[in-house]
């Protein structure tokens, strides 16, 4: 094999600037290749009389997610092999637009006739790989960001009745072989029962690992979160890197993970392509959650989404509609179009002020405490717009709330004691009265309140554009009554797009809040958090920032 070496770069170690070699293709002993490894490319070039733009492929280390080097099972062949596998963004074939799409480069070492020197040379260029690889995401548009550890332990939860019930088959399709390719080991876990996950994450010895994935719809990780703040050791446990993997009808967290990425949006299988290489690229940033004070339940933690009228009846109405997937959500807008409801309440909420990101949120030496590694690190998303803005008419609210979830009575969910977890300090009990610095909508009757805290309410919603994973804010957002049924459906179509928030409907409201109450005026309805139902009358939220670990890739 010929070898040519750059001066080396001081700031990558004993790793050459560049590595050369002539390689024949894996499966083609006849088509041989030059193979060029920069700082940020592995260059493919075919070594034959045709012209060389033809025959030349570039692929960006940014995109790869892992490579390896082995030998063959016959003894008698001396050769050793190197595979890459990369998903870079590629035009669709059929379709506009670009996806993520598995690329695996795969070469035949064998210039040596010592087997063991053969299979020293593969693995130092996948040594090279990986370390060049890695080096490539520490950087996001030109921030530092925080990276699970080397190799990481997985737990990865899988509902194998989310969604249409093809959970598990999209793991053996894709997942696997995805994770394998990193290097990632994982265990894979199939829950039984509804709270399996909850009880699992409850009881579990997490020094065991490093991460902890679900692969379902936002219920599970809602179940998840939960669980892990009734630990006693909860203030460690919650800091647990969590991961997501689309898998449900609704798939709002993992929409949102692909969104904060900066890449355009995709659907159902592309968007779980998009959601695993983000896994296994392994960045790590904050998540806030949403602390939710009920009647008579024990507070609860929400990373996602509460939910009254409108959006909370679709989300629980479309359960019927289950085995047609995501397009469950779009049916029951429809059926509930037809029958428009009021609902009386009195809403309130402490906005947000102006400067709060610069108060609260540009921490330009954050630290991530990842089961015991300490991961130094800024913000892992570029600054958003200033956090209030506070009233803002003529944008709207969000649609369905579109996640998995299976309906059970707030008795069986609920803990026999209060969750553990951090201190609420801007909310009273329920029944006393509000501090003179919060703002009482003075309007009682209303379409919906829905309050979110990532920008996607499903894989086709982009409820709140400007929201970032901890950002400290509830995006909240309330309709009014009045709206005509296609004023509502119109505020849902430009939805897709997140262009609701232009929209000339003088019927919404949208504010950021630090927190809200809700106190309904009928004694029945539905509330929903993260899209599972529970106990409804009044309620209230807090947002704690950045409490949990979110793997953003």
Not at 95 to 121: I, K, P
Not at 245 to 262: C, K, T
Not at 285 to 293: A, C, E, K, N, T
Not at 424 to 436: F, G, R
Request: aromatic share 6%; net charge neutral; with cysteine.
């Amino acid at each position: 094999m010929d070898e040519r070496r750059a001066e080396p770069d001081h700031n990558t170690g004993n790793i050459p600037v560049s590595l050369y070699g002539e390689f024949t293709v894996t499966g083609n002993r006849k088509l041989r290749c030059a193979v060029s490894l920069t700082e940020k490319d592995l260059i493919v070039q075919r070594l034959t009389s045709t012209p060389v733009g033809r025959n030349k492929v570039v692929l960006s280390l940014k995109d790869c997610v892992g490579c390896r080097a082995y030998r063959e099972d016959d003894n008698s062949d001396t050769a050793a092999y190197l595979s890459a596998y990369f998903y870079p963004l590629k035009r669709r074939w059929m379709s506009s637009g670009v996806s993520r799409q598995r690329v695996e480069q795969g070469f035949r070492l064998a210039s040596l006739q010592d087997a063991r020197a053969n299979l020293e040379e593969a693995e130092k260029w996948a040594r090279a790989v990986r370390e060049r690889s890695a080096r490539q995401q520490y950087l996001r548009d030109g921030v530092l960001v925080g990276e699970l550890s080397r190799p990481c332990r997985m737990m990865l939860l899988v509902n194998p009745q989310s969604g249409k019930g093809q959970a598990l088959t999209l793991y053996n399709n894709h997942i696997q072989r995805m994770l394998n390719e990193a290097g990632v080991p994982h265990t894979l876990v199939i829950t039984e029962r509804q709270n399996h996950a909850r009880e699992l994450v409850r009881e579990a010895d997490l020094s065991q690992w490093d991460a902890l994935v679900i692969m379902s719809g936002d219920g599970l990780l809602y179940e998840v979160i939960n669980g892990l703040l009734e630990r006693p050791d909860w203030e460690e446990a919650i800091r647990t890197p969590l991961g997501i993997l689309p898998g449900g009808s609704g798939n709002a967290l993992a929409a949102s993970v692909h969104h904060y990425s900066g890449s355009s949006p995709v659907f159902s299988e592309e968007l779980l392509l998009s959601c695993g290489f983000l896994l296994c690229k392994g960045l790590v940033s904050r998540m806030d959650l949403v602390s939710i004070h009920l009647p008579s339940s024990p507070r609860l933690f929400s990373f996602l989404s509460l939910a009254w009228g409108f959006v909370a009846d679709v989300d629980i109405e479309s359960e019927k509609y289950r085995h047609v997937g995501a397009a469950r959500f779009t049916v029951g807008t429809l059926v509930r179009l037809a029958s428009l409801r009021v609902y009386k309440g009195q809403l309130s909420y402490l906005p947000a002020p102006e400067d709060y990101n610069n108060q609260e949120g540009l921490r330009n030496n954050l630290t991530l405490h990842c089961n015991n590694q300490t991961l130094s690190l800024g913000l892992c998303h570029s600054s958003r717009d200033s956090v209030c803005q506070n009233t803002f008419h003529n944008s709207c609210h969000s649609n369905n709330s579109l996640k998995v979830r299976r309906t059970e009575s707030t008795q069986s969910r609920s803990p026999s004691k209060a969750l553990s977890g951090p201190p609420d300090s801007l909310l009273l009990p329920l029944d006393q009265p509000l501090p003179a610095d919060w703002v009482i909508v003075e309007d009682e009757d209303f379409v919906l309140m829905l309050a979110m805290y990532q920008s996607h309410l499903a894989e086709d919603l982009l409820a709140a554009p400007g929201a970032a994973p901890d950002d400290g804010v509830i995006h909240l957002f309330y309709v009014r009554a009045g709206i005509s049924r296609a004023a509502l459906l119109k505020l849902f179509l430009a939805m897709e797009k997140g262009a609701h928030l232009a929209t000339n409907c003088q019927h919404l409201v949208y504010v950021k809040v630090r927190a809200l109450r809700l106190e309904p005026f009928s004694p029945k309805g539905i509330i929903t958090v993260d899209g599972e139902v529970v106990e409804y009358g009044p309620v209230q939220a807090e947002v704690h920032r950045g409490l949990a670990r979110l793997i953003t890739g």
